[in-house]
């Protein structure tokens, strides 16, 4: 697709030529984007935090600035129909950057955020801008990225050229993975194994070393980039201290293979620690059945009930961290990928224990 110029496409969206954005409203996206051009990828659904969600098309004057739409009759109806578990079509959003405004489902967010919920399925479509600065180019280059890896995961980097190398070892790690174990292996395939086994272990490997503290300003995906790039692209290898040193080879699929190794011989102790959460769902009661029997198929529910009162299931489901992912990254992408887009799911509200007291089961004759 070609891009955009918003000062000629918004008049396709809103009748008439809507006013200029001012401090006592939300963000509008016309008025952030002005003159920009931009290229509109199509990022299909995805769970999307409510916290970033920040403006809206065309709708920005029925908000206050704390992104709450005005009381009215829709509003109350969309929070009663949430409230009772009603199915709702996901939200339309575009994201700019790092930030997403509201195209279609202002009632839906309003209310979602009204009733505590953290985040909310949407369609999204990425407009990726078109500028030759710095930022731009980086966002260009992160969204190229995305449409040839299709991870849905954001790897975030700061420097220009850096997600091309991040693609040149996917791209290496394809044709490992061609010649032995996956042979039918796609490049998306291969990516999401590369995050699962190599970017994700290496880069926990880093957080533990403490080497973020000496790059104020960077990010945890530019130090991997770094080191990789110097270790398994140039052949470079640096100091970076014993743990880093020692914990990595100079071949990045023999990393891989210490990796799984270390899994199996139980190394890292923190790989193995388990993750317990209680998910409520509000669900169609024509799919009640049915989504009870898939729940329990899934290894990591080990407890499924029907319940009375404001939700209709209450699943407790336990997860292993592995090397790099917080418990928060675990529960949300088991949540968002094994429940949510389930036929019939309507809400979900996910609990994490603090501290817990548990009986042992009674001796049995």
Not at 25 to 50: I, K, M, S, W
Not at 195 to 212: D, K, N, S, V
Request: net charge negative.
């Amino acid at each position: 697709m070609g891009s955009w110029s918003w000062i000629t496409k918004l008049a396709n969206w809103l009748a008439g030529k809507p006013p200029e954005c001012n401090a006592e409203t939300v963000p509008c996206l016309e008025a952030q984007v002005g003159d920009e051009t931009f290229d509109p990828r199509d990022r299909g659904l995805r769970t999307v935090p409510l916290a970033r969600i920040v403006g809206s098309v065309g709708r920005y004057q029925d908000f206050d600035a704390r992104f709450r739409l005005h009381p009215s009759e829709r509003l109350t109806r969309v929070k009663q129909a949430m409230r009772q578990g009603e199915v709702l079509p996901p939200v339309r959003l575009y994201q700019v950057r790092d930030a997403y405004y509201v195209l279609d489902g202002n009632h839906r967010i309003a209310a979602a955020k009204e009733l505590g919920h953290d985040d909310i399925l949407a369609h999204i479509v990425e407009l990726v801008p078109s500028e030759d600065n710095l930022n731009d180019v980086i966002f260009r280059e992160r969204a190229d990225f995305t449409d040839q890896t299709g991870l849905s995961a954001e790897i975030r980097l700061t420097e220009v050229g850096q997600y091309p190398h991040l693609l040149s070892q996917i791209r290496r790690h394809q044709k490992h993975l061609a010649a032995g174990e996956k042979p039918d292996a796609d490049i998306k395939a291969a990516a999401t194994d590369w995050y699962r086994t190599i970017y994700r272990p290496l880069c926990r490997i880093i957080q533990q070393a403490g080497l973020m503290q000496g790059f104020p300003g960077r990010r945890i995906s530019d130090l991997y980039a770094y080191i990789s790039h110097y270790l398994w692209e140039e052949g470079r290898p640096r100091d970076y201290g014993p743990p880093i040193n020692q914990a990595i080879p100079k071949d990045m699929e023999a990393f891989r293979t210490m990796i799984a190794e270390r899994r199996h011989a139980d190394q890292y102790p923190e790989m193995k620690r388990t993750i317990t959460a209680f998910v409520l769902l509000n669900v169609q009661g024509k799919h009640e059945f049915k989504i009870m029997e898939k729940l329990f198929e899934l290894d990591e529910v080990v407890e499924i009930h029907s319940v009375h009162g404001d939700i209709d299931l209450l699943a407790k489901v336990v997860l292993s961290r592995d090397l790099l992912t917080s418990d928060a990254e675990v529960i949300s992408q088991f949540v968002t990928e094994k429940i949510r887009l389930m036929p019939g799911v309507n809400s979900s509200k996910t609990l994490i224990p603090g501290t817990s007291k548990v009986k042992p089961p009674l001796d049995q004759d």
